[in-house]
């Protein structure tokens, strides 16, 4: 039986996050979760912040009305309350871009330190289990979805997984809570409520603790993947992108590739494709040219093959602005690229006292004269010779004295009176030190 005091246990170690959020689309479970942080919160004395984050799928025409209905009941409890739009058409529509939108938008919004929690429950995780035994998963996905996990900089909770959905409704009707009835919950061509509504009931008629067992039987897969799970090192691109190298997926067997990969991509707690989209993947990495860029994109991440790695493609917030100043020893932090600061340097660019320089970034068409080269040569060539993959070279920080480029971030020193001698006259002298961020 469900019950308020229940949170209390299962949220004894939670307090530790400095922030929470709830997945809230205004059905029964996510309601009861809701409901009931918010009453356990009003329990403590110094709990974490809490807001509600409701994703709209704009797949129902009334969307804006759960929208709105959720706004309501977040201002009744006073949870803040944030609303993200996603287009799930233009990732092929369907539960599984849907799911994908909805955990992009999660990662993008957590911060580190920070916790998810979202409102599955046995019966989801039943479920789970059943669609992906019948679309063959091997024993990772049968595993299930566990009650924590990584997700992005924060963490996913799921404290529900040991209640029904009995337990859940019978919980909203004891307290009179608010909640949506999906109208696409009783349409059994979706494969998820086929099995809801006329598949499980007749399992639970002859094994009424099917749930349990099956559940059980998840928990033994989830042990027997961890044992199964291969090692595996990764390499990092010159801007700090993870990757595999592509040796371990083009040199083995294909069966041994896919375990390597599914392994990475549960190692960063992100979702496994199906076996046909990771099987078409591999297939481009063995059979593509040197010179190209197989890719597998899914809604929540996209993986991309780069010189002899594949990499896990940074999201990005948002655009570089058009320049920025900067002064010795004053870090700049600008979404989408990273932070930025000019350190002290024995042989570095000398700068007068008070005097600063400006950021810029690729436009297209920029030449850049290396030291110790004699001549100039292009922007872009010089990024490819310094391996920066494609997706970084126009976010690459510039360091400019008025129309003069003085180096590419900490990678390359162009030719500049502003790097005299080492003997030269005193003067404070200063690199350009760039950690890349894709946030």
Request: proline share 8%.
């Amino acid at each position: 039986m469900l019950a308020e005091s229940v949170f209390d246990q299962l949220l004894a170690k939670r307090d530790i996050a400095n922030h929470w959020y709830v997945g809230f689309s205004g059905g029964v479970d996510s309601t009861v979760l809701l409901y009931s942080l918010v009453q356990w919160r009003r329990r403590q004395s110094a709990p974490p912040p809490l807001s509600a984050i409701h994703v709209n799928h704009g797949l129902s025409a009334q969307a804006p009305q759960w929208q709105e209905h959720c706004q309501r009941v977040c201002a009744q409890w006073e949870v803040p309350f944030l609303a993200e739009t996603v287009d799930v058409a233009s990732l092929g529509g369907g539960e599984a871009a849907a799911r994908d939108a909805r955990y992009a938008v999660f990662e993008s919004l957590l911060g580190a330190g920070q916790a998810l929690f979202l409102a599955h429950h046995l019966d989801d995780q039943v479920e789970t289990f059943f669609l992906r035994l019948l679309r063959g998963a091997g024993i990772e996905g049968l595993a299930g979805m566990p009650a924590s996990r990584p997700l992005g900089r924060g963490r996913l909770v799921r404290p529900l997984l040991d209640y029904t959905r009995q337990d859940i409704a019978q919980f909203a009707q004891q307290h009179g809570l608010p909640f949506l009835e999906d109208p696409s919950n009783a349409n059994t061509d979706i494969d998820r409520n086929l099995l809801r509504q006329e598949v499980l009931p007749l399992l639970a008629r002859r094994w009424p603790a099917y749930r349990r067992t099956v559940s059980r039987a998840a928990s033994h897969m989830a042990d027997a993947a961890r044992e199964r799970a291969p090692a595996v090192p990764l390499v990092h691109s010159v801007t700090g992108d993870r990757g595999l190298a592509l040796a371990q997926l083009t040199q083995c067997e294909p069966s041994d590739a896919a375990l390597r990969l599914r392994a990475w991509l549960r190692q960063e707690a992100l979702p496994v494709p199906d076996q046909s989209a990771l099987r078409e993947f591999l297939r481009q990495l063995r059979g593509a040219a040197s010179s190209a860029t197989p890719q597998l994109a899914t809604g929540a991440y996209t993986l991309t093959r780069f010189a002899q790695a594949v990499y896990l493609q940074p999201v990005f917030s948002q655009p570089p602005p058009s320049a920025a100043p900067v002064m010795p020893d004053q870090p700049v932090s600008i979404p989408g690229v990273g932070r930025m600061v000019l350190a002290p340097c024995e042989h570095g660019i000398a700068l007068p006292a008070g005097q600063s320089l400006e950021l810029r970034w690729r436009q297209g068409g920029e030449t850049c004269r290396p030291r110790g080269r004699g001549g100039a040569t292009s922007l872009k060539k010089v990024l490819q010779e310094c391996a920066v993959p494609p997706w970084w070279r126009s976010r690459v920080p510039l360091l400019f004295a008025g129309d003069e480029l003085l180096c590419v971030a900490h990678l390359v020193q162009c030719e500049s009176a502003r790097v005299p001698p080492a003997d030269a006259a005193a003067m404070p002298r200063w690199r350009l030190l760039w950690e890349p961020s894709a946030r």
